[in-house]
């Protein structure tokens, strides 16, 4: 990944805030401060967890995803929906009427993500078999994760599984296959996920474990939403008699918290969903607490990518719709696990390179100038009143203190300083 300014996923739309400070509150690297009256992202901070575009009540953080003139330059368009779709359109659409609605709106191909889920479950009891290295694992599949473990957990990096999410896997597969099969230039196809979640336009711009992505784009679950839903009611009966192929009740069961350890042999994982859960377990992972857990699941949105800020249905529903699901179609093995062997035989499957460590930066570049800051940003700090109020526009006193400390704001700004 080239070196320098790190690609993000949300921005600001200034017209539409109204300052309110939800998403400073919601935001938990402490990235947001909204002075004067708008919000502003230090993107320095910001790990792309999707929280203030959740917490904003005003739509006026906006995610930064593929628009369709990025998808048309291509002539052949895939798409792979992640297994959260299925959780979109009530209990009673299968995943078949769904994958077939997608066909619907134009993409000359539709591969279901799910089937990769499962073929990932085999590649990481693979993995946990091979290597004897310390524990807990920690999943790659959600890319904010891996992003808070790079600035605030950098010596947990090398824990990450050096493996590639489904996501990487199946564009990686699709291309190649597509282009053979149909004779189509590798570059003529544009990949892209529908997704439910606002980071995976930075890790396929920006991806920290190879050179390129193989996914060309990401567009929400929201904003095909309403067309599916009309080809849905429309073309019912149709679509039902559509056959898409096998659908893997593993796969499915990847939308949410725990669905990926469900699959392992591993009886000793762990699954943690939402951003904040997840810093506290990696902080007893830090401590050497965790040591007997072999694999951990970690998804930053509450309850796991059910919980994405791009999805359309509430998560309670959408959790109870994927259970469901997944009861039908089972536990049976659709992938076939030879095929799974021989390609992780060829590193198929890996990073091509590790995920490094990047954390935040001091207070200043010159080691003696950050330790005078840390100690005027603690001098500071004992004046304040640590009501950690917010309309000082930082999120909390000692956020403030920080801030007036790097000469970024005023003591005045506290009001009860002021007064
Ligand atoms: S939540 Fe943040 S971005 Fe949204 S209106 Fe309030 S201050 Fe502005
Ligand atoms: S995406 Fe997450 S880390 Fe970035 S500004 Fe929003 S809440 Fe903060």
């Given at each position: 990944m080239p070196e320098g300014k790190l690609l993000h996923s949300v921005r600001v739309n200034k017209d539409k805030?109204?300052?309110?400070?939800k998403c400073m509150r919601a935001c938990p690297t402490k990235a947001i401060r909204v002075r004067p009256q708008k919000a502003s992202i230090n993107y320095e901070r910001c790990i792309d967890c999707g929280e203030c575009l959740r917490g904003c009540p005003n739509d006026a953080i906006e995610p930064i995803i593929t628009s369709s003139a990025d998808i048309n330059k291509f002539k052949y368009q895939v798409a792979i929906p992640s297994p959260v779709i299925y959780s979109q359109f009530g209990p009673q659409t299968m995943p078949n009427e769904i994958l077939s609605a997608l066909k619907e709106i134009g993409f000359d191909y539709v591969y279901d993500e799910a089937l990769i889920c499962e073929m990932q479950s085999m590649v990481i009891e693979e993995y946990l078999d091979k290597n004897k290295s310390p524990r807990p694992i920690i999943s790659s599949t959600c890319p904010v994760v891996a992003r808070l473990i790079q600035r605030l957990f950098p010596c947990l990096c090398e824990l990450i599984i050096p493996i590639e999410p489904p996501r990487e896997i199946a564009a990686k597969i699709l291309r190649k296959e597509i282009s053979e099969e149909q004779n189509i230039p590798e570059e003529e196809i544009g990949i892209i996920e529908i997704t439910p979640c606002a980071a995976k336009m930075v890790s396929i711009n920006q991806p920290e474990t190879m050179e390129k992505s193989h996914l060309d784009g990401a567009i929400p679950i929201k904003d095909i939403y309403n067309k599916v839903m009309m080809i849905l009611k429309k073309e019912k009966q149709t679509l039902m008699l559509q056959e898409q192929g096998p659908i893997s009740g593993i796969g499915i069961g990847w939308a949410i918290s725990g669905g990926e350890i469900r699959g392992l042999k591993y009886h000793q994982s762990a699954s943690v969903s939402g951003v904040y859960d997840t810093i506290k377990i990696l902080e007893e992972v830090e401590s050497g607490k965790l040591k007997d857990i072999e694999y951990l699941e970690c998804l930053s949105c509450p309850d796991g990518c059910i919980g994405g800020p791009l999805t359309v249905e509430s998560r309670f529903i959408a959790k109870s719709n994927i259970i469901k699901l997944s009861r039908i179609y089972g536990n049976k093995k659709r992938v076939d696990s030879n095929r799974v062997k021989r390609l992780y035989k060829e590193d198929f499957f890996s990073f091509e390179s590790e995920v490094k460590p990047k954390p935040f930066k001091p207070l200043d570049k010159d080691r003696s100038q950050a330790i005078k800051k840390m100690n005027l940003k603690q001098e500071l700090f004992e004046k304040l009143p640590k009501r950690d109020c917010g309309i000082c526009g930082a999120p909390d006193c000692a956020t403030f203190a920080e801030d007036v400390a790097q000469g970024k704001a005023k003591l005045e700004d506290c009001i009860f300083i002021k007064k």
């Open positions: 805030c109204i300052g309110c400070g």
